[in-house]
């Protein structure tokens, strides 16, 4: 006869392992539905609003609408990301950022690359959270502002360390405005802020009109490891 608290613990781990199962199922579906849907209309928007004259009554409205889509895209994705993390299931940090590539799909002019070196491992929630976004961060901001032709992510698995590294071949950064306000909005300080969190070191390279490299580095202790980083 099986013991009722035996039982009870049983039930109880199938209960989780169904409702785990259903969140990634229902990130899954909103990614591919309602998010991809979002992100398809934002970019013909996009598309609709460049053919306006500087002088078009209609354009202030369409911007307008056209910064609520990318808000509602921003907060599904978000949601999409908390499911998932909830649900502990962490895409892989190629998967992960391939899927940010195909955002900017429609900039076929670009030519979009992931290396992976060494044997990809398993990050912790926490980390891997900190890590893709910092990342995510960093490939956005080179599809929309480099103005470059080749962006490039490079993965480093090796035994002491984590390291990710986003580079371009565009216009680069002036140094000198690298700590001003015309670059907060890139989210620059929100990454040196995550990666601090972690433990890891946040470094940008770049030249005017040389590209730019955003290099991040995390111990492997933390990123391997039962090291647990601040929370998010």
């Not at 908390?82 to 940010?100: I, K, P, Q, T, W």
């Not at 429609?106 to 044997?119: K, L």
């Not at 300080?189 to 991040?216: D, H």
Request: with cysteine; hydrophobic share 40%.
């Amino acid at each position: 006869m099986v013991p009722m608290y035996s039982f009870l613990e049983q039930s109880g781990h199938l209960e989780q392992r169904i409702l785990l199962a259903e969140r990634i199922r229902v990130a899954q579906e909103l990614h591919d539905t309602l998010l991809q849907g979002l992100i398809s209309a934002s970019m013909q928007l996009q598309v609709a609003l460049e053919k306006f004259s500087g002088d078009s009554l209609a354009k202030p409205p369409v911007t307008r609408v056209l910064q609520l889509l990318k808000q509602a895209i921003e907060e599904s994705r978000n949601a999409v990301l908390c499911l998932r993390s909830s649900s502990g299931e962490n895409l892989d940090l190629e998967r992960a950022f391939s899927e940010v590539h195909q955002e900017f799909g429609f900039q076929q002019q670009i030519a979009f690359r992931i290396v992976v070196v060494g044997r990809p491992r398993t990050l912790g929630s926490a980390v891997h959270e900190h890590v893709y976004l910092i990342g995510r961060e960093a490939l956005i901001n080179a599809f929309r502002h480099a103005d470059a032709k080749n962006i490039e992510v490079e993965l480093e698995y090796a035994p002491r360390r984590l390291r990710v590294a986003v580079r371009d071949d565009g216009r680069g950064i002036d140094k000198r405005l690298l700590q001003s306000e015309v670059y907060k909005h890139w989210g620059l300080r929100g990454m040196r802020e995550r990666s601090e969190k972690i433990g890891a070191r946040l470094r940008i390279f770049g030249r005017q009109m040389a590209g730019t490299e955003i290099e991040l580095s995390v111990p492997g202790r933390v990123a391997f490891g039962d090291e647990k980083p601040s929370a998010a």
